[in-house]
């Protein structure tokens, strides 16, 4: 009976990460002002704020749980992250997001998800 069980946490598992973002399609720059629902929704990074120094990174959860976690980019706050932009129009975030509401764990490396 024990089998039977691990089995089917294994399917489970296998699912779950299977229906994983591995990647995200794009980086947007949005004002505090204005809503960044549509970018979230259309699987984008993004920064809120000045564009010389935006305070937030928003994005939907690759896992796609449903969440939209929002990263603190402002060193004055704890805990807070901080970005780089490459030439090639991907970004990566330092240090890793860990996400507490769902329990995804993963790094953002030139816009490529990998997984913890």
Known sequence: MRWIFRLLSS?????????RRHA?????????????A??????????????ERPKWLRFACPCRCGEVLALNLMTSH???????LHEDGTMTVHPSVDAKSCGSHFWI??????WV
Do not use: C, Q
Request: glycine share 8%; aromatic share 8%.
């Open 38 to 51: 549509v970018d979230i929704s259309a699987g984008k990074l993004v920064l809120i704020g000045p564009e």
């Open 24 to 36: 995200f399609t794009g980086i947007a720059r949005v004002e505090s002002s204005i809503d960044p």
């Open 78 to 84: 704890r805990p807070h992250w901080s970005v780089e």
């Open 11 to 19: 399917i489970a598992a296998w699912w779950r990460r299977s229906g």
């Open 109 to 114: 490396r030139r816009s490529l998800i990998e």
